[in-house]
T-cell receptor, first 111, second 112 residues
Framework: SQELEQSPQSLIVQEGKNLTINCTSS?????LYWYKQKYGEGLIFLMM?????EEKSHEKITAKLDEKKQQSSLHITASQPSHAGIYLC???????????FGTGTRLKVLA | DADVTQTPRNRITKTGKRIMLECSQT?????MYWYRQDPGLGLRLIYY???????NKGEISDGYSVSRQAQAKFSLSLESAIPNQTALYFC???????????FGPGTRLTVL
């Protein structure tokens, strides 16, 4: 099983709707990263969370880290077609600087 | 110009062939990584390097080797390619442990 589980695996929303993507770790999180990938292309860094309770925002995207639950959530407000793509969470769960990634959440936003 | 470049962008090869994927970065970062991405499996770490003399195996290093020729260059080799190495390969670079990784555009490799 995956050490980092993302849910949902895919999501289709109407433009303007809010949505949330979750990333849950089976191990301690030493740092949690969110990336966005356009299909077949490289990853673009969104934000990094390190401390429990930390919350960061970038434009209409907000990410939170719940250290106790070993979980992070990514929330998009008023989604736009430009938000479409694959969202991946990545983390160091061993404290050894080796990063693992979730399998991704495919987001489609209907205009 | 892109901060992390990968060559080639696409490659089709045959089983048993040796192939090298190259990665260069202009950010001056010490840490470099190679990942492969497969549908349904996400990104998996193949090798990582913290400096020219420090190279470490990742989650799935069998069948792969790497060379860190300089701070800016990190190449991945498949000594004898096999079909299940067909995947999208990414190189990344970062400065410190808690810093973001900058990813290259990827190399799509097909092994027939």
């Amino acid at each position: 099983s995956q050490e980092l589980e993302q849910s949902p695996q895919s999501l289709i929303v109407q433009e303007g709707k809010n949505l949330t993507i979750n990333c849950t770790s089976s191990k301690t999180l030493y740092g949690l990263y969110w990336y966005k990938q356009k299909y077949g292309e490289g990853l673009i860094f969104l934000m990094m969370l390190q401390k429990g309770g930390e919350e960061k925002s970038h434009e209409k995207i907000t990410a939170k880290l719940d250290e106790k639950k070993q979980q992070s959530s990514l929330h998009i407000t008023a989604s736009q077609p430009s938000h479409a793509g694959i969202y991946l969470c990545g983390a160091d769960t061993s404290g050894t600087y080796k990063y693992i990634f979730g399998t991704g959440t495919r987001l489609k936003v209907l205009a | 110009d892109a901060d992390v470049t990968q060559t080639p962008r696409n490659r089709i090869t045959k089983t048993g062939k040796r192939i090298m994927l190259e990665c260069s970065q202009t950010k001056g970062h010490d840490r470099m990584y190679w990942y492969r991405q497969d549908p349904g499996l996400g990104l998996r770490l193949i090798y990582y390097s913290f400096d020219v003399k420090d190279i470490n195996k990742g989650e799935i290093s069998d069948g792969y080797s790497v060379s860190r020729q300089a701070q800016a260059k990190f190449s991945l080799s498949l000594e004898s390619a096999i079909p299940n190495q067909t995947a999208l390969y990414f190189c990344a670079a970062s400065q410190g442990r808690w810093d973001e990784q900058f990813f290259g555009p990827g190399t799509r490799l097909t092994v027939l």
